[in-house]
């Protein structure tokens, strides 16, 4: 299932996404304990988080053994560039000139933020000039 447009995951949302990410398949007793037990979440919490995030199509769910098990439809990797590319799109109206000057003005780049920065530009440099 697909993403809806309205289904930008909130900030503990996106924790757990990206730990099913890492963990999954997941049941909601293994997540319960790794993610939620070190965040003081109950289980119940847990349990509604996970739900919503497969009803906004962010999380699949199978029944494994007679009990749910979560996963990830799409590497964290893939979720990370969809979230950004839904800012971009929305909130920034698909200018990414505000999102530039912000990493230009953020003191917490490391050296290795930046030196992939350098290579990703270059590589959109070098494919512009293939066009």
């Not at 939620?36 to 979440?41: D, F, N, W, Y």
């Not at 979720?79 to 799109?89: D, T, Y």
């Not at 992939?116 to 959109?124: C, V």
């Amino acid at each position: 299932m697909p993403a809806r447009k309205d289904s930008v995951p909130g900030p503990r949302e996106l924790d757990l996404l990206r730990w099913v990410a890492r963990h999954g398949p997941v049941s909601v007793g293994e997540a319960a304990e790794g993610f939620g037990g070190p965040r003081g979440l109950a289980r119940t919490t847990v349990q509604t988080l996970l739900e919503r995030l497969r009803k906004k199509g962010r999380l699949r769910r199978r029944s494994e053994a007679g009990r749910y098990r979560y996963s990830s439809p799409v590497s964290t990797q893939e979720l990370l560039r969809g979230l950004v590319r839904s800012f971009v799109e929305g909130p920034l109206a698909g200018s990414v000139s505000p999102f530039v000057a912000y990493l230009a003005e953020a003191e917490e780049l490391s050296d290795r933020d930046l030196e992939e920065l350098e290579q990703l530009l270059a590589r959109l440099q070098s494919e512009r000039e293939e066009r």
